[in-house]
């Protein structure tokens, strides 16, 4: 038999079938008691004061910038080894995404490296907790007060990571999460945002709706876009939640697995989880060196033809597309990232992953060395 092994798979059962077709028969499908039910429970898992489910991660960042009150003219601070999205929502607030390069260990923000780019027109940090795990909040969140700067954290890949006393969803000031298919959890399409600030969370449920606040009274003051979620996607979340611990379990193990069994290989260097860090390996990425017996193109390729559908996350850093490089930046600006982007190989670590198949990937690369 061939065997296949995704990179990612949606964990949806039963559950998710029972509670969608019980919204579709109470005839509420559009934005309704789930949406509300989905924001106080996510609201408990992260230990913030508030939460508002949009219809996308992008949303939700985008959503974040504005209630920040990030405008035309203003910096942002944020990294190059991102998924575009990051960088496009700064944009869409018409603000400039100025990039500070990454921590070779941790793929996050290099902390080190933010002062020296502030300027009178910084006014927001976004950060991004990279594969699973939170960026060095203590120094970051430093550097914010002494500027006095917003920290907006695209914590879209790292739901349940924790850092000393604290949860994703509530060591920033606002923090932007998504439940795209390929995430930790999964509606098909969706997001939310999670914020302890009473005058963020009212205007980002008017931003969610053209302006218009949730009494439905057509009265409109604040521009805004639809980026409702529907009670469809809020009912299978609330499953999905319930299995989230289940789901971190399995991917920390499968990783351990990983961990264990992939030591010591020359030019192979394996993630690290930091001091004080729960990491819920979204990902879980090598980095392939010139001491590796292939290169890293090859590997994949290698991967490929034995079934194994590994990621590059992410191939090019992103300072370096067009619509961004008119901001004037160049190549070698930011080394670390740029390296890393042709050193980087996710492989898979999913919770649907049988034991089987974890030695199939690891007698795979032990049959490249
Ligand atoms: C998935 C992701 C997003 C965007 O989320 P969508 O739900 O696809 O809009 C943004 N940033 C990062 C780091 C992501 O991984």
Request: glycine share 6%; proline share 3%.
């Amino acid at each position: 038999m061939e065997r296949k092994i995704s990179i990612s798979k949606p964990s949806v059962g039963e559950e998710e079938v029972k509670a969608v077709s019980e919204v579709i028969r109470s005839g509420i499908i559009a934005q309704g008691p789930q949406v509300s039910k989905l924001e106080e429970e996510f609201s408990k898992l992260c230990n913030s004061e508030y939460s508002i489910a949009v219809n996308s991660g992008t949303a939700a960042l985008h959503t974040s910038l504005n209630v920040a009150g990030i405008n035309g003219g203003d910096e942002v601070i944020t990294t190059p080894f991102t998924f575009i999205a990051t960088a496009n929502t700064i944009m869409m607030q018409n603000a400039k995404p100025v990039f500070v390069d990454i921590d070779e260990d941790s793929f996050n923000l290099n902390p080190d490296l933010i002062e020296e780019k502030i300027t009178d027109k910084t006014r927001a940090i976004v950060t991004v907790d990279l594969y699973g795990q939170l960026c060095d909040y203590i120094k970051i969140n430093e550097i914010a007060n002494k500027y006095n700067l917003v920290v907006i954290s695209d914590s879209c890949q790292s739901i349940g990571a924790e850092q000393e006393s604290f949860k994703s969803g509530s060591i920033a000031d606002i923090t932007a999460f998504s439940f795209y298919a390929t995430k930790n959890i999964t509606c098909g399409e969706g997001g939310i945002l999670t914020t302890n600030n009473e005058d963020y969370e009212k205007k980002a449920r008017l931003f969610r709706q053209h302006g218009r606040s949730d009494l439905n009274n057509y009265d409109y003051t604040h521009i805004g876009y639809n980026y409702r979620t529907t009670d469809i996607n809020a009912s299978i979340l609330l499953e999905q939640l319930k299995k989230l611990s289940d789901f971190t379990n399995k991917r920390i193990s499968n990783a351990n697995y990983l961990l264990e069994n992939l030591k010591d290989i020359p030019g192979l260097v394996l993630p690290k989880t930091f001091k004080n860090n729960k990491h819920v390996f979204h990902q879980f990425t090598i980095k392939i060196n010139s001491d590796f017996k292939m290169r890293r193109d090859d590997l994949v390729k290698y991967f490929k033809d034995k079934g194994i559908n590994c990621g590059v996350y992410y191939p090019k850093s992103i300072h370096l597309f067009d619509h961004l490089i008119k901001f004037g930046y160049q190549e070698g600006d930011f080394p670390v990232a740029e390296r890393l982007s042709g050193e980087v190989i996710s492989l898979p670590v999913h919770p649907e992953l049988s034991r089987d198949d974890l030695n199939y990937i690891v007698s795979s690369i032990n049959g490249v060395i």
